[in-house]
């Protein structure tokens, strides 16, 4: 099925729907979540067993940054409204069959709450707080 110039790329390729983004958005919000919470306990580790040395204040430094703040709230919402639709869609498989309307729906809470997220922290960070 491959035409040769992207061999070894076609399951990325899966019908190019807005589910299959959400399924791969969700795995990766998963990680990064996962990511996240493996920092936060080597920093705390590092800042009671370490004293509280350089390794730690370079992951407190980068915890409180804004733009790594911002990534973790879209890990943290989407990944928890995803999730919500996934759970809603297999508790009740007759609403499968609207699959499509619930992952724009996802979308359209989303969106708004996440642009406030942001608004608030680039408000903090530019306020210097």
């Known amino acids: ?4 110039r992207n061999p070894g790329l076609e399951g990325l390729g899966y019908k190019r729907a807005g589910t299959m983004w959400s399924w791969m958005l969700h795995r990766v919000t998963g990680v990064g979540m996962l990511v996240f919470v493996a ?5 705390a580790f590092s800042l009671q067993n370490l004293g509280g040395g350089g390794f730690g204040k370079v992951f407190n430094s980068l915890f ?20 919500a639709r ?3 869609l297999d508790t009740w498989p007759k609403l499968l ?4 309307e619930a992952t724009w729906l996802t ?17 903090k960070g530019l306020s210097g707080g």
């Open 1 to 4: 099925m491959s035409d040769g």
């Open 39 to 43: 920092m936060h306990v080597i920093a």
């Open 64 to 83: 409180e940054s804004w733009p790594f703040q911002s990534f973790i709230y879209f890990c943290v919402i989407f990944h928890a409204l995803n999730g």
């Open 86 to 88: 996934v759970i809603i």
């Open 97 to 100: 069959q609207h699959q499509r």
């Open 107 to 123: 979308w359209l809470i989303f969106i708004p709450i996440y642009g406030l997220t942001l608004l608030i922290l680039i408000q």
